[in-house]
């Protein structure tokens, strides 16, 4: 079972960018680096927030300059590849998740933009009449529960232990009509932990791909 769930949510694999960057001719460079998702797509999103953020805090010109630094490292790459330790481990393993995990849902859950109780979505009607309502009315052990299965998923997906006990992704938010803009909201919440935690560029590169390469489960309005 935790084999099929991890194939489902890694293979497959809630917030990253709109818009083209600038400097996209070192990205193929950069890309292989960090190929953790299994998903090109997913792993090029990522790249672009970071390098966006980077040109944000540090100017285009400075950026320009550490592009062109890398494109000299190409010989160590095999070294890298075969010698690195697990994201899972470079995160700082269960305390370093935990932490993500504590600041990522306190945040996400204060921000209105995510909307992660789903106050006002209702499940089925017709033409916006009827249905159910899906809100989410978290107390104490909620929350905790929902902590516990993001840390596993982080676990599972990043190289650490392969245990999952939640549903899958795809189930879980079926019907839920989370749009691309509360997926991108709630990704933004979690590079501001990532940022706030001070975990490196590559760290997070990688984390925000695996996260990025679940949209396709969880964003159903488009």
Known sequence: MTGR?????????VVLLAGALAGCGSQDTKQREFFT???????????????????????????NKSNKDNKGGQSQTGAVVTNKPTLYERL???????AIVDDFVARALADPRVNWERKGIKRGGVLGYGGKSVEWKPDAGKVETL???????????????AKYEGREMKQVHNG??????????????????????????????ELLAIVESTRPQVAEER
């Open 37 to 63: 998702s299994g998903n090109r797509e997913a792993d090029q999103r990522a790249e672009q927030r970071m390098t966006k953020d980077e040109q944000l805090k540090q100017g285009d010109g400075k950026e």
């Open 176 to 205: 839920m009509k989370i749009t691309n803009a509360e997926f991108d909201a709630a990704v933004g919440d979690l590079k501001a932990t990532l940022d706030k935690l001070h975990l490196a560029t590559a760290e997070q590169k």
């Open 5 to 13: 769930i991890a194939r489902a949510m890694v293979g497959g694999v």
């Open 147 to 161: 902590k516990t299965h993001m840390a596993q998923f982080f676990a599972l997906s990043t190289g650490g232990p």
């Open 92 to 98: 700082g393993g269960e305390q370093g998740v935990k």
